[in-house]
């Protein structure tokens, strides 16, 4: 499995600049079944939240090394003033 973060085509504005397409990014899951040669999207796993900000960027998988316990998803997203994690 991959996960990857992307933008789409709608618009928003980053700081009070111009509107611009792809700046609302969103995670994402893919899987290969030829060691990475090809991928087929499975759709969004996480989308921005209003309350963070404007897009969710940068997944990072965090898996324990006992795989029965719970994973985290780690990711980065920016309000237009603040970038948390």
Known sequence: HM???GGGGEKISL???QERPGLR????????????RTWKRLGM???YDEKEGMFVTMPRLMIPE???R?????YHAFNGQNHSA
């Open 25 to 36: 990014m969103r995670i994402g899951r893919a899987v290969s079944k030829d060691n990475g």
């Open 45 to 47: 796993v996480l989308d």
């Open 66 to 68: 006992d795989i029965s």
């Open 3 to 5: 996960y990857y973060f």
């Open 15 to 17: 700081m009070g600049e």
């Open 70 to 74: 719970p994973w985290r998803l780690i």
